[in-house]
């Protein structure tokens, strides 16, 4: 049915073959999961849809019901399709679908337009249902739909996008789409009909009535703008008015009644004046609909109605206001005038104006009580009436938008946050009163009371002071709401967090703690009802138990049936045993993947695994980190237990074990301990002690069935034998790894065991029984007496364990209380003859050696004692993971499953989804010679680096790859691996791609547990999930052979699934000319690249913004219900896939009246260990992406979409403009549009934390500094936006609030903080210059409540930042981060980008300019020159800085105010950090050489005439100052208004009396006219001589150039000496000119261009200056470099030693000058030859004057740096003397051929084991000669013994 539609309409349209191919295979896949929709237990029966292709096709069509709904026209659906043998309804549904999808497919930057393509779709089906019916239909060429349809609108809209205009005067994708909100456009055909592109078409066909129409392109190209992106603040006034209108009401009200309180007003009075709010009100609402008008005008079509809506609104707005005002001017008038001929009282009056008031104010009040009901609002907007539709028509032009009519939320959330920001904003009224108000009222009195008794102050002086006063008060105002919210954020943040239960499992300890229930919780939430048993099968485990692992059993629960795990499950009736399985099973995949991943040990892994023994009793074994010390525990316990009962009492087993039996991990453990130990015990022994053993552990077994344990056992002696047998076992774990078995058996006895397979089934079920007696005795065979045997030969595992053995039986002996009964007596006399059986393990030694030869053979003896050693030998603290990443994953999915989590479906009825990344040109996989090549000037290539960053993990990499060192890393074994290894660490494509294939395993994983065949997997895996990488470039890789292309290439063939979708181009002619098409491929599974698709489009399909277009070229290739993107940055984990199925389920879920379209996830920074600077933004982001998402969701329900990796539901988006918008320069921040466009289109948005997704920042400074502009450029680009000035008219106010502060509002509050720092600098030297500090004699500082408001208050900031950490990694921790953010300078990086975001939002809304920034993603250790640091930050930050520190010196020369510090410091640390953040930040700016360097570079490039901005200052100011060319007149008001600033204060300044010189009193030597002259003489010498130079001698240059020099200083110098006027006008003048530079610039003056060179070289200085100062004291380059790596130093990570040893990399094999650091080479290679003497004496080598000539390999990636390829090392071994030892011959213990000491410590396997007190060891300086024999250099050297020495 699809394929004869596909077919049918692929024909009549002329669609592409390939395309059609596309689509159909789209919608099989689509229509397949919908069958989910059928089943009863997703939908009940009468609620379930006819057909999947009936739920389809509403989804699909919802947004084309809604269009034709509001152009007032049927929808156009297909009819009875006589070609297809189908149900019509199915029939006709198909045929619908197959249209939209094959339109969708092949519209590219179409479907930027959704409407648009509703449009399409509309009038080709009109078209094709006239047909309908006919036998024969009209076949057009594949491509005419492309050719004819797509390409002539593409061309329209590529003509306007490719413009240079600014917005306001080019159209995109939003005004193209937007004519087709408009029945206009159903006056237009689709296209333009051609004849002769029909093959055959039948003349039956009756001529359509559209072929008279006009093609839609002439509609498009006559179409209006429908919105003017103005550039100007007024434009994000407009859309927050709201906002801004609530504070100045506010302010308003909290000044009268703060001026009520201290003049002592009657209430009657505070209301009159009171009232004034209405008239306050009345004229924002009439400046509102003004700047309505300016925002439309000119540019913007206006229907009748809107024009006249407005000019009403205006009018009577107006009209209300005059009459307000004139009621208020007569209530507060003369008593008795007559006014409109009528003479009444002021009471009169002010009732007049009250009447009035309310009765404009009444929309305003209804507004105000619907803003607490939102659905009024949206069943008003949706409502049919005509009335009210014209009403809103009149009223609300917004109201006939097509979008913006359902943004409602349910009243229950709605009463949430509406609670939430009632209490906000009440605390904020109730602090601002008493901080910023009322602290107001005093100087405002004091002011109108010198103007009303002193006739020498005018009413315009004493507005302006009240203006300058009051001025930064209500700045502030505007600000400090932030800061609350960032308090109540943090409160209901941490709330939300803990009643989620996130942070409750932090540590590994908390993790044990609650292991045990984890298996429950995984069964019931993430696997389906049918695991764990045939598909429809009756029996499944997932229902809820009583029996869970804590409520306390007494026996163990990892049950005792002995098969694998298929046939355990099916066979098993404990449900419990079950889950355990379950869960191990997905827990070991985790484990092997952070194996995998190199982020644990071997060892780790073997300690966090579950353990599986075949043959076993148990069906898994819990992980060793899960019992580690547990036994431990358990004797502590008994002993207390023992110690506490009454003496001579008898307890019985249950109440002496009761600690013991009450607690299932211990019983679990003491079982495992049993069982595995007795395994253990029985094959050490041999089958010689098998009936012993047997009979000895039943005789156990049977006391504990009866209950009698305690009555034959001395609990309190337990002790003694767990320690021998921790001693055992741990000397057969160490000896067993170094043994190598005899060839040949030392023994001709037969072996009658074999030690690979399990105990037999009696075994299991005589421990099950409690009974060993089912074991069935070896007969002893007759063997040699030990002491007579010839091949005794020296074992030192044998003889050790044998001793220890001894020892554990002796301590059972002792254990036993023998006079109880004959059986303890039995078994005391079994343990004995043990002891003593001369041919058994104990006493005959090629018996005891076999033995251990052929335990040593077996795999699974080596487990099992693996597995014991970690049960009885090991602690906690030994078996965990040493990796921080490793420790925060697993507690993090630990955690998670405790979490409010959807239960998951069958793998059948899942919901489908693909992931899209779009890729540039980015690092895909790292080459060889990317990672060896050293790209700065420190010398450090990138692998060197990681291998630093990641030191454990490289450890872990070669233990993997079983490399002893790092010479064989780049064979062509391991090339690959190792350039994985270090991609993997890297913000690379390997590790995205890599991180979300984990999808397709964890799937496999759980289709495993659900039992699906590995056929039915397979489908299912091309059904429900899919991975596409948009390689935009990828074809001009591959066309230019760059290894990137290979390296994608090893990607496809390395995860079958992974698609790739890339934009081919072809040139077509000598012109240029291309032909572009969308290609899909995918690996061939033989080696090569299969094309699977591929679809021509009109044209180069980037016409907007990169990323966007590339996300929606590739969609067409996506196949799943719902979308996640990801960007290059992220990366995925195995264990968080596992949880996705879950994840999807939300979009099930509706919690309000719309449904979830799109689905936010936690993120990961994981690059926060690099430096300082890296943690900062890591603790930012994390902040952001945690707590401020939780809050925005819950209870704000104002979540939007901030980029990657949200889930999206497809269906939804692709039928109303997709994931993200990418018009040119608007939709810079594309990723937020959609949040917009949701919201606008009545979708809504969750966010949930159970699953997390891992993402990488910036860690340079440069580079964050980009990421922060380019943030600050979406954000301003935003505020011009129609999105969110549409988005901000239809919230309620609530929803508002939280947009602006939980998202663009924070970048308002930069721009209103540097503004207000900026004003009350400015103001307060303003005051001081002009002596006006004072009011009346009085001193007022009221400027200090703002220091406090500035400084103190920015403190709040950091409380949600701590309260995230809190909540996750507890309070105390939290703590230190904070104190440690603060310690290395974190509040400077924080205000430098304060500074950076509004730099960057104010320039881009007043010139524009926004660009997407390329911030890179490498590693940054080098330094920055400070040319280049100039270059970056002059403009933003540090002329800023320069200005602020200027003034502050002004401020402290002209204040008497007093108080100065208190007044400025927050001022000072603002200035200072602007001027030093950029040196703190930058790595070695302290280095005396580096600043030598830098500041000579800086000279060269400020006297540098070419080159570009990088080598010449005078390029670079000319290119850092182009845009002031482009600006309107109305930005350049801003900068006038600052020129205007600097004139005053010059004037100020010139005119004060600072350091006035009186000409009467002080006479001068020379005149001021004298010295003018001289300086223009030496001034026309300099510029003569300058010019002359190169004719002049050297020595007549350097003469005059020393005289011109010395000449002008002493000049200048004299003037100032002579007349203090002068520095007083020289500080006059840096205004004045800062004036007239600033209008130069303004009005295109090239004349400033020097002055602004002289500044730019005094600001150079000024920086420089304490830059050579604290590099002579060279200490603060060590705390600097210590501060900024701390962050890394803490986690392992030696950076210092990189910037070290990099100085001295400079050759190409790394060698180091013997002359160049020598100190530090003798250091390291001490270091080295320690470490080799303690590897030879672990050895067990013994000798004198050993020299070892040799390679010194080290696997330390930092020492290779500076050790040399090969060195001679001599060490000496230490003389051993003694009263036995002499000459040339040896006593005592002797040495083997190997020169071991088989009787020492090494040989023994304990190292721990104490040297011989008798013996004393002496080294000396000079290697010692052998007695018997020179001593040669050339290799080892031992002498053996005459006769092998008695054992003692």
């Known amino acids: 049915m699809v394929y004869s539609a596909c077919e049918d309409l692929g024909n009549f349209f002329g669609f592409q073959d390939s395309s059609v191919r596309n689509q159909a295979e789209h919608l099989l896949i689509l229509l397949s999961n919908n069958r989910r929709y059928m089943s009863n237990h997703i939908l009940r029966a009468n609620m379930q849809p006819p057909s999947p292709i009936h739920a389809l096709h509403a989804k699909v069509f919802s947004n084309y019901m809604k269009w034709c709904r509001a152009m007032g026209v049927p929808p156009n659906f297909s009819k009875m399709n006589s070609s297809m043998s189908a149900p019509p309804a199915l029939a006709s549904r198909v045929v619908d679908l197959v249209l939209f999808f094959c339109v969708w497919g092949e519209s590219v930057n179409v479907r930027h337009m959704p409407e ?37 609108i593409y061309d329209i809209v590529c003509a306007s996008m490719k413009s240079k205009k600014d917005h306001k005067e080019k159209r995109n994708y939003d005004d193209f789409n937007e004519f087709f909100w408009s029945r206009n456009c159903l006056r237009y055909s689709y296209c333009e009909e051609s004849a002769p592109d029909v093959e055959g078409a039948s003349r039956l066909v009756r001529p359509l009535p559209g072929e008279s129409l006009p093609p839609i392109t002439i509609g498009l190209a006559n179409s209006p703008k429908t919105f003017l992106e103005k550039r100007s603040w007024l434009r994000g006034i407009l859309a927050m008015y709201r906002i801004i209108e609530w504070h100045i009401i506010t302010f308003y009200v909290l000044a009268v009644t703060a001026f009520s309180r201290e003049l002592v007003w009657g209430w009657v009075y505070t209301l009159q004046i009171g009232s004034g709010v209405f008239w306050i009100m009345n004229l924002l609402q009439l400046s509102s609909g003004v700047l309505e008008v300016w ?250 138990s009583s029996n869970s692992f804590g409520d306390g059993e007494r026996k163990s629960l990892l049950g005792s049936d002995p098969h694998s795990l298929q046939g355990y499950v099916n066979r098993l009736l404990d449900v419990r045993v079950q889950k355990w399985v379950m869960f191990s099973a997905a827990w070991n995949d985790i484990i092997d993947h952070f194996r995998q991943e190199d982020i644990i040990s071997n060892a780790e892994r073997d300690n966090l695994k579950f353990s599986r023994f075949d043959g076993f009793s148990q069906a898994i074994y819990l992980p060793v980190f899960q019992t580690a010390g547990v036994i431990e525990d358990i004797v502590a316990e008994l002993e207390i237990s023992k110690e506490d009962a009454p003496a001579n009492s008898a307890f019985s087993d249950d109440e002496i074990f009761k600690p013991i039996l009450s607690n299932v991990i211990m019983c679990t453990t003491v079982s495992e301990v049993w069982e595995l130990g007795s395994y253990v015990l029985l094959q050490l022994v041999g089958p010689t002690h098998r009936n012993d053993v047997v009979a000895i552990t039943g005789q156990i077994l049977k006391w504990s069935e009866n209950g009698t344990l305690a009555k034959h056992v001395n609990v309190e002696k337990l002790r003694t034998v767990l320690n021998n047998f921790v001693k055992l076992v741990t000397t057969l774990q160490k000896g067993m790894r170094k043994r190598k078995p005899a060839s040949q058996p030392r023994s001709s006895a037969e072996k009658s065991q074999q030690v690979n397979s399990a105990p037999s089934r009696g075994m299991r079920r005589a421990v099950s029984a409690t009974s060993l007696g089912s074991y069935e005795a070896v007969p002893n065979k007759k063997v040699n007496n030990f002491m007579s045997s010839n091949s005794s030969s020296a074992d030192a595992l044998r003889d050790q364990a044998r001793d220890h053995f001894r020892a554990m039986a002796h301590a059972i002996k002792g254990l036993l209380n023998h006079n109880i009964d004959a059986d303890s007596r039995e078994l005391s006399d079994r343990l004995t003859f043990m002891l003593s059986m001369e041919n058994g393990f104990l006493w005959k030694d090629d018996y005891a050696s076999d033995q251990l030869d052929l335990l040593c053979k077996s795999s699974l003896f080596k487990e099992v004692l693996t597995k014991v050693y970690g049960l009885i030998a090991c602690f906690p603290d030994d078996v965990e993971p040493k990796s921080k990443e490793a420790s925060r994953r697993l507690t993090f999915f630990v955690n998670s499953l405790f979490m409010d989590m959807p239960d998951a479906p069958s793998i059948h009825d899942m919901f489908s989804w693909n992931v899209l990344t779009p890729y540039y040109s980015e690092p895909v996989t790292y080459s060889k010679s990317e990672l060896e090549q050293r790209s700065d000037a420190l010398g450090v290539s990138t692998l060197l680096y990681l291998q630093t960053l990641y030191r454990s993990d490289w450890n872990n990499y070669l233990e993997r790859q079983g490399l002893m060192d ?198 990961h920074i994981f690059t926060g260990s690099i ?46 403009g997709g994931i993200s918008k990418s018009s040119k320069g608007i939709n810079l921040s594309e990723d937020i549009f959609v949040g917009y466009n949701n919201v606008l289109r009545g979708g809504q948005v969750g966010f949930k934390e159970y699953l997390q997704v891992g993402k990488g920042r910036d860690v340079g400074m440069s580079q964050i500094y980009k990421f922060e502009a380019k943030l600050s450029q979406g954000n301003g680009e935003q505020t011009l936006s129609r999105d969110v000035y549409r988005m901000c008219h239809r919230l309620d106010f609530c929803r508002l609030l939280s947009y602006y502060f939980g998202g663009i509002g924070h970048y308002f509050s930069n721009v209103l903080t540097i503004l207000t720092i900026y004003a009350v600098v400015y103001l307060m030297a303003m005051l001081a210059v002009y002596d006006l500090e004072s009011i009346g004699g009085r001193q007022i500082t009221p400027m200090g409540t703002i220091q406090m408001l500035l400084g103190g208050l920015g403190l709040l900031q950091t409380i949600p930042l701590y309260a995230t950490l809190g909540v996750e990694r507890g309070w105390w921790n939290s703590l230190r981060e904070i104190a440690h953010v603060f310690l290395t300078g974190g509040p400077l990086h924080f205000m430098f980008h304060i500074q950076t975001k509004a730099h960057y939002m104010s320039q881009t809304i007043l010139v524009g300019g926004a660009k997407y920034r390329a911030t890179g993603r490498g590693f940054v250790t080098q330094h920055t020159p400070m040319d280049e640091q100039f270059r970056f930050f002059a403009s933003s930050h540090l002329y800023l800085g320069v200005e602020m520190s200027a003034c502050l010196i002004i401020l402290a020369i002209f204040s008497d105010a007093g108080q100065y510090a208190g007044r400025t410091w927050s001022l000072w640390l603002a200035s200072i950090s602007f001027l030093a953040s950029p040196f703190w930040f930058n790595p070695l700016s302290f280095d005396w050489n580096v600043v030598t360097s830098d500041y000579c570079s800086y000279l060269n490039w400020m006297s540098g005439a070419s080159g570009g901005s990088a080598k010449s200052w005078s390029i670079w100011w000319r290119e850092e100052n182009a845009f002031y060319k482009s600006l309107q007149f109305s930005s350049k008001l801003v900068y006038m208004i600052k020129a205007a600033i600097y004139l005053l204060l010059a004037e100020g300044i010139r005119t004060s009396g600072l350091l006035q010189w009186d000409p009467m009193l002080d006479k001068v030597p020379i005149g001021l006219s004298t010295l003018l002259t001289i300086i223009v003489l030496l001034i026309v010498i300099g510029m003569v001589y300058s010019s002359r130079q190169r004719d002049l001698p050297y020595p007549v240059r350097r003469t005059i150039g020393i005289f011109v020099c010395i000449g002008l200083i002493m000049a200048v110098l004299t003037i100032y000496l002579e007349d203090s ?142 050790q040399p390829n090969e060195e001679v090392i001599k060490i000496q071994q230490p003389i051993v003397t003694g009263p036995k030892y002499g000459g040339g011959s040896m006593s005592g213990r002797s040495l083997s051929m190997s020169g071991l000491d088989v009787w020492g410590s090494m040989a023994m396997g304990d190292t721990s084991d104490p040297i011989d007190p008798g013996t004393s060891y002496a080294q000396n300086d000079a290697p010692q000669q052998q007695s018997s024999s020179d001593q040669t250099d050339q290799g080892f050297s031992f002498s053996q013994p005459d006769t092998m020495p008695p054992r003692n």
């Not at 779709?121 to 076949?139: L, N």
């Not at 430096?1171 to 982001?1181: G, I, V």
Request: with cysteine.
């Open 1171 to 1216: 430096s300082s600077l890296a943690n900062y933004m890591a603790l930012q982001e994390t902040s952001f992406v945690t707590l401020g998402q939780r809050v925005l969701d819950t209870p704000l329900r104002m979540r939007l979409h901030y980029g990657h990796p949200d889930v999206f539901d497809k269906l939804f988006f692709i039928t109303r």
């Open 1621 to 1762: 006027d002068t520095i007083r006008y020289t500080m006059a003048a840096y205004y004045a000119l800062g004036a007239f530079c600033q209008l130069g610039l303004l009005f295109g003056f090239e004349a400033v261009k020097p002055l602004y060179c002289i500044h730019d070289v005094i600001c150079g200085h000024i920086i420089f200056i304490p830059l050579f100062i604290l590099a002579a004291l060279q200490i603060p380059n060590y705390i600097q470099t210590w501060l900024l790596y701390h962050n890394a130093l803490s986690s392992d990570v030696v950076i210092s030693d990189i910037l070290r040893y990099a100085r001295k990399s400079q050759e190409a094999d790394g060698s180091v000058d013997d002359n160049d650091g020598l100190s530090e080479q003798i250091t390291e290679l001490r270091k080295i030859v320690q470490r080799q003497e303690e590897l030879i004496a672990a050895a067990g080598l013994t000798g004198n004057g050993i020299t070892v000539s040799t390679p010194v390999r080290n696997i330390d990636a930092i020492a290779n740096l500076v």
């Open 116 to 152: 648009c393509m509703w449009f399409l779709y509309h009038k080709m089906m009109e078209q094709y249902t006239m047909s309908e019916g006919f036998t024969q239909t009209r076949s057009l060429y594949a491509g005419n739909f492309v050719d004819k349809v797509i390409f002539p």
């Open 295 to 544: 925002a439309i005008y000119p540019g913007i079509q206006l229907n009748g109605t809107i024009v006249c809506g407005s000019i009403f609104s205006i009018l009577s707005r107006f009209l209300v206001l005059v009459y307000q005002t004139l009621y208020l001017m007569w209530t507060f008038g003369p008593e008795g005038a007559v006014h409109l001929g009528i003479k009444e009282d002021a009471n009169f009056w002010w009732w007049q104006y009250v009447w009035l008031s309310v009765l404009c104010m009444i929309p305003w009040f209804i507004e105000a009580v619907i803003q607490f009901y939102p659905t009024i609002t949206s069943k008003i907007y949706t409502s049919q009436n005509d009335y009210v539709q014209s009403f809103l028509n009149i009223l609300f032009p917004l109201s006939r938008l097509y979008v913006g009519k359902e943004v409602q939320e349910s009243f229950r959330n709605t009463m949430i946050y509406s609670f939430y920001w009632l209490t906000l904003m009440v605390w904020k009224l109730y602090f601002s009163y008493i901080f910023e108000v009322y602290s107001m009222v005093q100087p405002t009195i004091h002011l109108v009371d010198d103007y009303v008794n002193y006739s020498n102050q005018s009413f315009a002086q004493m507005s302006l002071l009240l203006s300058m006063r009051w001025f930064p008060q209500f700045l502030v105002y505007l600000i400090d709401m932030s800061i609350w919210y960032s308090v109540w954020q943090a409160c209901a943040g941490t709330s939300i967090g803990f009643s989620e239960h996130l942070g409750d499992i932090r540590t590994m300890k908390d993790l044990r703690s609650n292991f045990g229930r984890a298996p429950e919780h995984f069964c019931h939430k993430m696997l389906s009802p049918d695991a764990g048993s045939r598909r429809g099968s009756s029996a499944s485990f997932l229902k809820s």
């Open 966 to 1163: 790092d010479e064989k890393i780049w064979s062509k074994k391991n090339i690959y691996e190792t350039r994985t290894w270090a991609s993997l660490r890297a913000q690379t494509l390997q590790r995205t791609v890599s991180g979300m294939m984990y999808y397709e395993k964890a799937l496999r994983r759980l289709a495993n547990l659900e039992r699906l065949d590995d056929d039915t997997t397979n489908y299912l895996m091309g059904e429900k999930f899919g991975y596409i990488v948009s390689c935009q470039v990828y074809g001009n890789q591959k066309k230019n052979q760059s290894p990137a292309a290979d390296d994608i290439d090893q990607l496809m063939h390395r995860f079958p699934l992974l698609r790739v979708a890339y934009i081919d181009s072809i040139r077509v002619s000598r012109t240029g000319a291309a032909v572009y098409y969308s290609v899909l491929v995918k690996s061939d599974g033989r080696g090569g690249i299969q094309e699977v698709y591929r679809v021509r489009l009109p044209g180069n399909p980037v016409l907007g913004e990169g990323k966007p277009e590339n996300q929606n070229h590739a969609m067409i290739f996506t196949r799943g219900e719902f979308l996640q993107t990801i960007d290059m940055n992220q990366e995925g984990y195995f264990e968080e896939a596992l949880k996705m199925r879950n994840a999807l389920q939300e979009f099930a879920k509706r919690d309000g009246p719309l449904p979830t379209t799109i689905l936010g996830l936690r993120e």
